[in-house]
């Protein structure tokens, strides 16, 4: 059985990447740096920004100003998916104060 897609690799980076990021294409997203991220395997990134625009988490949208030439597409994070960052905002939060009280 396949994990949940947020706990797949990359799923809750690349949200919060586009989220502060709107409007890059696949590749600009993929290619940013992740210090954090030893093996930096582009391929599954590209596999889970799939998944994400599948689940409606982000979305693709041309970009008027080249006229729809190219075929390139942007990314947003759609309302879902921002709800979803929002929900683990306040876990992470949560998590961080408990954290703190134990200090």
Known sequence: ???????RKYSIYLLN???????????????M???S???????TKFVRLQDLEDEKLIENKSDERE???W??????ITPKG???LNLIQVISDEMEHD???LV
């Open 33 to 35: 740096y992740d210090p």
């Open 17 to 31: 990447l586009i989220k502060n990021n709107p409007g890059k294409t696949k590749t600009e997203l993929i290619r």
């Open 1 to 7: 059985m396949d994990q949940p897609l947020l706990l």
């Open 99 to 101: 954290e703190n009280k």
């Open 67 to 69: 006229g729809g030439r």
């Open 37 to 43: 991220d030893k093996n930096n395997n582009e391929r």
């Open 82 to 84: 921002q709800r979803i």
């Open 71 to 76: 075929n390139s597409m942007y990314l947003y």
